[in-house]
């Protein structure tokens, strides 16, 4: 789990142990664990391409970015970041 402040309270511990998980908190900037890092290189990827410099510009690079993510992207970056997906 992410260190963000409301993962840290305990109704979050007490909820997952009843899961019978277990809580282990990631490093502080932990990319490789993080599947938006994925979106983001491809949204970064398109900005350059398109040589992003208006709003316009940014608007229709993340629109293309979204058409060109499907489903199983993903699900895909889930499962390459070690979260279980059913």
């Given amino acids: 789990m992410d260190n963000a402040k409301f993962h840290q309270g305990e109704m979050v511990r007490k909820s997952l142990e009843q899961a019978g998980a277990r809580l282990i908190y990631l490093p502080s900037y ?26 316009k510009n940014l608007v229709d690079g993340i629109k293309e970015a979204r058409s060109k993510v499907t489903n199983s992207d993903v699900r895909h970056w889930f499962t390459h970041c070690c979260y279980c997906t059913p």
């Fill in 30 to 55: 932990s990319p490789e664990f993080s599947p938006r890092e994925n979106f983001w290189s491809i949204l970064k990827a398109i900005f350059k391409k398109v040589k992003a410099r208006t709003y």
